[in-house]
C-alpha cells in the first residue's frame, strides 16, 4: 500500500488526489509482479565485466541467493512500481494540466516531476529523492551495530558446546521456541513434525540448535539482535558451536563491505537498470545496493561460516529446517551440500505465488558455466510439503526438480481438522451465543490482517450491517485489537475476538469466513465453511478463480457477495461442489498422519543418504 497525495489541476481548480486510490488491484498486481522480474533480472548485470550472479560470491557460492531476498524483503523496488504507476494512472484519467505533491515522502517528490515532464504537464513544489547521506548513515550504523553485537555474543563467557552425536540436526529460529519447552513440542511451527521424529528416533538421536535472535520482528531490537542466552536447555544456541575464530572469512567479507559497494555503484548495467518506465530511480537503487553491501552479505556470509561450524561439529546424516527458502535456510542448505550432509525443508506455512523466495528462473537451479564451484540454487536434497497444490507452484514456478519433492500434508491442519470434528452441537451453540449474544445468532469471521484490509474494512462493515449478521474479527497474532477499535466503533454488530481464542469453534459455528489475504481461507474449505475474499486480486485469486471460494475486487459489491454466500442455497452448492474437487485434486484431504509421515520421510532420508523418494 502507498501513501501520498498530488495536488492537480485540470483546468477546473485544484483539487486532490490520493494515490492509493489510484491503484486499483489490477495494477498493484502488475506493480508487484513488475518489481519480482526486475530483481531477478539483477542477476545478469554485468558487474566488473562479470554477471552480478558470477561477480559476488563467498566460499565460491553466489552471493545472489542473498541478494534477491534482501531486495524483495524490503519491498522498496515494488513501492517504486506501485508509486509510478500510480501516478501514472492519475496522469491518464484526470489529464491535470499542473501538479505538485502535497504529501508522500521522497518516492513521490521523486517520480511525479518526471512522469509530468514526459507528458509535457507543469510540475510545481520539490523535487527529485533528495539526499541519502542521512539514510546511508544509519543502514552503516546499523551494519556495524548487528556485527559488533555478533562478535559480542562470542565474547560472552559461555560453557563449551555439548557433546552430540545426532542422526538429525534441526535448525529452528529461537524468537519462536517456547522458552520453557524441554522437546520438540516448544516449536510454533514444526511441533508435531519434531515430536512424532522423537519417537521414531533413539534417545539423543535429534538435537535441536537455535539460530537467529531470540525475539521475533515485532519485538526485536537492532542491538540485542545476537546477543543470546543459552535458552531453554533443549535448545542449543549455534553459536556455542561456532566461537570467533570460525567466523574468519564473514570478518574478512566484512572487511570489504565498502569496496563490494564500490563495485556495485560503479557499474554502468546497474545504473541503466535503475531507469524504470522512464523513470531515473537510481538515488533510491543506490540505496539499496548499499544495503546489499552493508547489511546483507556480511550477515550471510556469517550465517554460512556458523552453519559450517555445526555441521563440522555435529555431523549428522541429515540437517532439518523450515525456513529453508529464507537466508538462514540458505546458508544452511548451500553449507550442508558442501558437507555432503542431505538436507531437509518443511512446509509450514502458504506458499504465496509472488513470494519471491520459492521463485526460480531456469538457469537459476543449474551451474553457472563460467563458475563451476556455483552448482544452482541451494535447494534443499527434499522438500516435504502439504499437498500437490505446493508440488505444482514449486515444479512451475520455482523449476525444482520432482524428485526433491514430497507430499506429506499438514500437522497444524491436521491438528484443525481434528479439533473441529470433536465439536458438539452445544459446543457450537456457545460459540454462536459469546459472539452474537444468542445461541441461534448468525456471523461471519474475518480473519486477516489489519494493514491488508483497512481499505475495504468500512465497506465490509456496513454490508454485514445491511445483511443483519454480526461480523466477528479474530485479530492476526502479530497485531492486537486496538488495531480495529474504528471497525468496531462503527456498529454494535462488531465484534473483536482476540488471536489467542481457538480457531476451529469459530469456524465452525460461523456464516462464512471473509478475508483478504490469509490462507484461513483455506482451512474453512476443508472444514466445509464458505469462504468471501475481499480485496482482489491477492494471493488467494487463484483459489476464486478455481470457483472454490467467492470473491470481488469492488468494495461497493461486497454486500451482494456476502447475501450470496449468506442466503442463496444453489451458490453455496456450486461453491461445494468446486471445493471438494479441488480438494481432491490437491490431496488437500487432512487424516491425521501429516507429521508422522514427515517424520519417516525424514529417517528414511537419513537410512539412504541423499536419495529421494518422488
Not at 82 to 107: Q, Y
Not at 291 to 306: F, H, I, K, T
Not at 365 to 370: N, S
Amino acid at each position: 500500500m502507498i501513501s501520498g497525495t498530488l495536488v492537480i489541476d485540470s483546468g477546473t481548480g485544484r483539487r486532490r488526489a490520493s494515490l492509493a486510490d489510484y491503484l486499483p488491484p489490477e495494477l498493484e498486481e502488475t506493480a508487484v509482479t513488475a518489481a519480482n522480474t526486475w530483481i531477478k533480472e539483477l542477476r545478469h548485470a554485468v558487474v566488473d565485466g562479470q554477471p552480478m550472479r558470477r561477480r559476488f560470491t563467498y566460499r565460491g557460492d553466489s552471493l545472489w541467493w542473498f541478494t534477491e531476498l534482501y531486495l524483495h524483503k524490503t519491498q522498496v523496488i515494488e513501492d517504486l512500481f506501485r508509486t509510478i504507476l500510480a501516478v501514472e494512472e492519475v496522469m491518464a484519467r484526470e489529464h491535470p494540466l499542473e501538479i505538485h505533491v502535497e504529501t508522500g515522502g521522497r518516492l513521490a517528490r521523486g517520480i511525479a516531476p518526471q512522469v509530468a515532464a514526459a507528458r509535457g504537464i507543469r510540475y510545481r513544489g520539490t523535487r527529485g529523492f533528495g539526499p541519502s547521506w542521512s539514510r546511508l548513515a544509519r543502514l552503516d550504523a546499523r551494519a556495524r551495530g548487528l556485527h559488533v553485537a555478533a562478535l559480542a555474543s562470542r565474547l560472552t563467557r559461555r560453557a563449551a558446546p555439548p557433546e552430540l552425536r545426532p542422526v538429525v540436526a534441526a535448525f529452528v529460529h529461537r524468537a519462536f521456541w517456547k522458552t520453557d519447552g524441554s522437546d520438540g513440542s516448544a516449536e510454533s511451527y514444526i511441533g508435531p513434525v519434531l515430536v512424532a521424529l522423537e519417537q521414531i528416533l533413539p534417545h539423543g538421536a535429534l538435537a535441536y540448535l537455535g539460530v537467529g535472535p531470540t525475539e521475533n520482528f515485532a519485538a526485536r531490537r537492532w542491538w540485542r539482535a545476537r546477543i543470546v542466552s543459552s535458552g531453554p536447555r533443549a535448545l542449543v544456541p549455534i553459536e556455542r558451536f561456532a566461537p570467533l575464530g570460525s567466523l574468519d572469512g564473514s570478518r574478512r567479507l566484512w572487511r570489504e563491505r565498502y569496496r563490494l559497494r564500490r563495485a556495485l555503484w560503479g557499474s554502468t548495467d546497474l545504473r541503466q537498470r535503475a531507469i524504470i518506465r522512464g523513470c531515473d530511480c537510481w538515488a533510491v537503487i543506490r540505496e539499496e545496493l548499499a544495503g546489499v553491501a552493508l547489511l546483507q552479505w556480511p550477515w550471510s556470509a556469517r550465517a554460512m561460516d556458523e552453519a559450517a561450524a555445526a555441521l563440522d561439529a555435529l555431523r549428522p546424516k541429515a540437517a532439518l529446517t523450515y525456513a529453508e527458502a529464507g537466508g538462514w535456510g540458505r546458508a544452511l542448505v548451500l553449507e550442508a551440500r558442501r558437507a555432503g550432509v542431505p538436507s531437509i525443508g518443511l512446509q509450514h506455512g502458504f506458499i504465496y505465488r509472488h513470494w519471491l523466495n520459492y521463485r526460480h528462473e531456469r538457469d537459476e537451479v543449474q551451474p553457472d558455466p563460467g563458475h563451476p564451484a556455483d552448482v544452482g540454487f541451494p535447494a534443499p536434497t527434499l522438500t516435504l510439503l502439504f499437498d500437490d497444490y505446493a508440488v505444482d507452484h514449486l515444479t512451475r514456478a520455482g523449476h525444482f526438480p520432482r524428485s526433491s519433492l514430497a507430499v506429506t500434508g499438514s500437522a497444524r491442519l491436521d491438528g484443525l481438522a481434528a479439533a473441529a470434528r470433536t465439536l458438539s452441537d452445544e459446543d457450537l451453540a456457545r460459540a454462536r451465543a459469546a459472539v452474537t449474544g444468542t445461541a441461534d445468532g448468525r456471523f461471519v469471521l474475518l480473519v486477516t490482517k489489519y494493514r491488508q484490509a483497512r481499505s475495504v474494512l468500512p465497506a465490509l462493515v456496513e454490508a454485514t450491517r445491511a445483511a443483519g449478521v454480526t461480523l466477528a474479527i479474530k485479530t492476526h497474532p502479530a497485531e492486537t485489537p486496538a488495531v480495529y477499535a474504528s471497525a468496531a466503533e462503527g456498529g454494535d454488530h462488531v465484534v473483536v475476538i482476540p488471536s489467542a481464542d481457538p480457531l476451529a469453534p469459530l469456524l465452525r459455528a460461523a456464516g462464512a469466513l471473509v478475508t483478504v489475504n490469509s490462507t484461513v481461507a483455506l482451512d474453512a474449505a476443508v472444514l466445509g465453511v464458505p469462504a468471501l475474499v475481499i480485496g482482489l486480486p491477492n494471493n488467494l485469486s487463484p483459489f476464486v478463480e478455481a470457483g472454490i471460494m467467492a470473491g470481488t475486487a469492488d468494495p461497493e459489491a461486497i454486500g451482494t457477495e456476502l447475501r450470496r454466500i449468506l442466503y442463496d442455497q444453489g451458490f453455496l452448492d456450486q461453491l461445494g461442489s468446486a471445493r471438494g474437487a479441488f480438494l481432491d485434486r490437491f490431496g488437500m484431504r487432512p487424516d491425521g498422519r501429516a507429521a508422522e509421515r514427515a517424520a519417516e520421510m525424514v529417517v528414511r532420508l537419513t537410512e539412504n543418504g541423499s536419495r529421494c523418494a518422488s
